[in-house]
């Protein structure tokens, strides 16, 4: 899963299996470590979720539009990357309180708020309904719940309890529940099956039982160390680099930067070879995949070699035989390292107090 191509990794405060125990009494008094543990079986009790009404079939959609937040949104977003090589439609993430011009009743409107309570994809909902679109909602709850309910939305519950990141499981394969109702994709019990093992799999490689020497998480996590990550991956993976990026900023209270191939070969690159006072504390992750076009393969080998000499590589790649499963392999290796980079930086992975200090002062 996990290639570092440089000796450059920091000392660790964690390398002691002892002192990772301690790490994880000290730092982590929230229990985020029990939500990466449990999530395959989150997955797996998400795969059983059920819309009420049942979302009526919308085979003649001219569009999907996600619309959400944090991690509501990245649904959207990790969606087109694991489908847009099947659908025959366009897939669009809507980040906002208002929709796009296109949407209207030939678009299929799927709007996820964890908390039921983002005031930005409240407002969307409210736009859905007046440009008639076929709407399904995922919520654990809240006003978007009850909006559902009184208007005879479709509309998956799902289980409260949960930082809105670390119910991925649920708020992505409930979406996926609303999408097999509509007639729009259906995922085959084999191919579920064969996700499930992969997650598991990759869950069990990095939990905190595994020594560092056989942790490739932790080892990453050890590497990133005092370093602000840029992580690249082809166009496809967009969302999955996204996820990474969000998991490490907000588990480990730790910026985070991405980008994609071929893009950065056309304006990016040329910022590597910047002062290195600035390009110092900057480190860098490939997230490479089977399915990589053969030209982005080779600038992802020829880019590694322009950049290779200001910082040290973690290169994630999942071998799993279908791209939703590599695609999760690759979003839970990534959690592990943001929980492991958190307990590097002595943080606790859990709070957000940021996002709710501004809520705070919005409100």
Known sequence: MIALTSDLISKSNLRCDRMLEKAVKQFDPSGMLRFLREFPEQVAAARKLKEKPILKSKKDAAGILFSGLGGSAICGDLFRDAFSNQLPVPVF???????????????????????????????????????????????????????????????????????????????????????DSADILKIPERDFSELLQAIRKTSADNDPQKSFEDNPSRRLAAALKGTVPIIYSAAFLSGTATRWKTQIEENSKNLAFTGSLPEMNHNEVVGWSGPVETLKRLSVIFLRDREDEPQVKKRFEITAGLLQPRRFFGEAASKSNNRLARLFSMIVFGDWVSYYLALENKIDPTPVERITQLKKRLA
């Not at 906002?96 to 009743?105: E, Q």
């Open 93 to 179: 993430t809507n980040r906002d309180y208002c929709l796009p011009a296109w949407v209207n009743r030939k678009t299929l409107a799927i709007l996820i708020s964890y908390s039921g309570n983002t005031e930005e994809t409240l407002a969307a909902y409210r736009e859905a309904r007046r440009r008639k679109a076929a709407i399904g909602i995922v919520s654990s709850g809240g006003k978007l719940s009850e909006m559902a309910k009184k208007d005879r939305v479709s509309l998956i519950t799902v289980p409260t309890g949960y930082p809105p990141r670390t119910a991925l499981g649920y708020l992505f394969f409930g979406a996926l529940s609303l999408l």
